[in-house]
């Protein structure tokens, strides 16, 4: 396919897919540009296949694929250069998996820019807060508060972070977000809803709410901004629009978060409130249950807002004390547990990065927006346990009747308001045990990552197979890859092979020039017909063999350079030195996983030995995420080729001959 032009190429899938307009991500795997268009109907399929250097099109579950073949990295280059910042590349796919799936997705996306600055600032609250408990630094003083201004700053003008942050995503007008997330904390409406007085706007009754610290609010007026910009691109002439559009979105959307988002939040919070409070008096295990389980999700969503009022009320009434606040302690530090168990589980150093300041943020100072935001959520499963650890810990906690006398810092720190109220040992405990289930469950459950730096130095430490009578092997890798010549005997193979496939592979290797292609990891081979791939089983990627893996540990099967490398670590191209080009495709549509579960070792280019590990792959959890595991190798070139001889189905080891090329 070296005759193509990328460049025309890319501009004709992009006119045919229906425009920049109709994008809404792209990214690409070792063969297949991957796009998720708004309307699929819009593309001219027919017209794209007909293109030259386009080898088939599909569209599985949403995702409107074209493959391309091993040069598909030179296609991208091209086709992201002419889309620019129409769509978004790579990071997220908000079409694919359940609402949840894609609102996590979408929502590690938009917190990854900030998520650093949210955990340093948690830091300083988190010192700031043990400094104010010892009597450092008096809460009074200026000292203080202008500290606690920097460490607050961000996190009241968070909805402004998440309007920069996701217009990229959301393809908003960013300027246009940002005076939305502005208007919503502009002082006249903080000092209407610290007020308490009836609002109407136009004659329609307005509940004030407070935005400072809010993601939902802002999220989906971001949403209903995006549609409406689509809209009025469409009917706004060009000499007005930049300055008619804003108008008009500013003009409509402040009025309309103010007017939906504030009664149907307040009143979810106050029915929330009234029911889980009211529990309390005859079944306190469960109100605890509910509110150490779920407190994270409240806030998440702006929930908490009546709590806080709840305990405002009481704190002020006769009794002096709140059992509302007990609970909360098991929440707080069950997600920052998990996010500390991350720190041990994780194999990126990235993320281990921000996870040691967001636990220690959370556990001593409260604050867990970075444990959250920049850890728990976006890896899902250490969320998950640090809402069950909560759960637990708050059934134990409330059952003892603990509580406050003060707005206490559900934190370690803030234990000691909670020693007057209640049993102070089942709030030690439950505290405990909250930390504990969600730690314990993260550091066993949760997905290692991948490496974010690998090096290629490792091999495999395996003593050499050989057969009866045949000479030493050098070295301690068993996988050996060669070119036979007519002169050579290839009786003295170092490697065993099954009977089933050493008569017809062995008389193929014979002819001069073929090139043997070795099994990457132990497991059956499978005729490539029979993958569930259709592009890869009708041949159109090339002729091959598919092995189902046994082990995780996958090696080249053949010496040459390294000409594909996907980010994603699941995909490898090798041309060898007399230009078979074999590609190592592992698992089918493992590039959704994003990397997760692969650990590559090999460098991302060069030279590789048949039989230097490429990626350790967790294939239980690849299962476990609804991905076949079946190993694809594939001659790119074959069409370039001989004939291409594969081993017949059966048990394989690594190293075992699977495929013989043959020159032309």
């Known amino acids: 396919m070296g005759s193509v032009d990328f460049q ?23 063969t297949r540009l991957r796009l998720n268009l708004s309307d699929e109907s819009k593309a001219d399929t027919a017209a794209i296949k007909e293109l030259d250097g386009v080898i088939a099109v599909r569209h599985p579950n949403g995702q409107y694929q074209i493959v391309i073949g091993n040069e598909v990295p030179e296609l991208f280059a091209q086709f992201a250069a002419l889309v620019g910042d129409d769509a978004a590349a790579v990071a997220v796919d908000e079409r694919r998996g359940g609402p949840l799936a894609r609102f996590i997705a979408l929502f590690s996306a938009v917190m990854q820019p900030i998520v650093w600055a949210l955990t340093g600032l948690g830091m300083v609250k988190a010192v700031l807060s043990a400094l104010s408990m010892f009597e450092i630094i008096k809460t009074e003083s200026p000292t203080y508060a202008i500290l606690s201004a920097g460490a607050d700053g961000m996190f009241y003008f968070l909805p402004v972070f998440l309007a920069l942050a996701a217009s990229k995503w959301l393809k908003t007008d960013m ?42 609010p802002i ?29 008009i979105v500013i003009t409509v959307m402040v009025p309309l978060v103010l007017i939906t988002m504030g009664p149907a939040t307040v009143h979810a919070s ?35 807002w009546g709590f806080i009022l709840h305990i405002t009320n009481e704190l002020a009434s006769g009794s002096g004390h709140t059992l509302v606040t007990g609970p909360l302690v098991a929440s707080v530090v069950a997600q920052s547990a998990a996010t500390l168990a991350v720190v041990f589980r994780s194999r990126s150093n990235k993320r281990r990065g921000v996870a040691v300041p967001a636990a220690l943020s959370g556990l001593f100072a409260g604050v867990t927006e970075p444990a959250v935001y920049g850890v728990n959520l976006p890896l899902r499963r250490p969320f998950y346990f640090g809402l069950l650890g909560g759960a637990i810990g708050g059934a134990i906690a409330a059952s003892g009747g603990s509580g406050s006398s003060s707005f206490a810092v559900p934190s370690l720190l803030g234990l000691t308001e909670f020693t007057e109220v209640g049993d ?43 057969l009866p009578g045949a000479g030493p092997v050098t070295g301690s890798n068993p996988i050996v890859s060669k070119v036979v010549t007519s002169s050579e005997d290839t009786s003295t193979s170092a490697i065993p092979m099954t009977a089933s496939s050493a008569i017809p592979l062995a008389m193929a290797a014979a002819d001069e020039g073929a090139v043997e292609i070795r099994c990457p990891v132990r497991g059956r081979a499978i005729p490539l017909s029979e993958v569930t791939d259709p592009v890869v089983a009708a041949g159109l990627l090339g002729k091959g063999v598919a092995i189902a893996p046994e082990e995780g540990r996958v ?30 495709h592992v698992g089918i549509n493992t590039v959704e996983l994003r990397g997760e579960h692969f650990y590559r070792v090999v460098a991302p280019s060069g030279y590789v030995e048949a039989g230097d590990i490429l990626v350790d792959v967790d294939f239980p959890s690849v299962e476990a995420a609804g991905y076949d595991n079946t190993i694809m190798m594939t001659i790119m070139n074959t069409n370039e080729l001989g004939e291409v001889v594969p081993a017949s189905p059966g048990p ?12 032309k």
């Open 8 to 30: 025309t190429l890319a501009s004709d899938i992009l006119r045919l897919v229906g425009g920049g307009e109709n994008l809404v991500s792209y990214t690409h795997c070792a």
């Open 175 to 216: 300027v246009t977000s940002v005076a939305i997330a502005v208007a919503l904390l502009h002082p006249s409406i903080a000092s209407l809803a610290e007020a308490g007085t009836s609002v109407s706007f136009f004659g329609l009754p307005v509940v004030m709410l407070t935005y400072a610290n809010s993601f939902v």
């Open 219 to 247: 999220f989906l007026a971001m949403w209903l901004q995006s549609y409406m910009e689509r809209g009025l691109n469409k009917v706004l002439p060009d000499a007005v629009r930049d300055v008619v559009r804003p108008m």
């Open 270 to 304: 106050n029915l929330l409130t009234d029911l889980i409070t009211g529990f309390f008096g005859d079944m306190p295990w469960l109100a605890g249950l509910i509110l150490g389980g779920l407190w994270e999700l409240f806030v998440i969503f702006g929930l908490h």
């Open 424 to 466: 102070f040992t089942l709030e030690l405990a439950g505290t405990a045990v909250a930390a504990v289930i969600a730690f314990v469950l993260t550091l066993v459950f949760a997905p290692r990552e991948r490496r974010d730096e690998k090096s290629s130095d490792q091999s495999f430490e395996t003593t050499p197979i050989r």
């Open 555 to 584: 090696c080249a099967p053949v010496s040459g350079e390294l000409v594909t490398g996907a980010d994603s670590d699941h995909a490898y191209g090798i041309r060898t030195a007399e230009g078979v080009e074999v590609l190592v």
């Open 652 to 663: 394989k080891a690594a190293g075992d001959l699977v495929m013989v090329v043959k020159q």
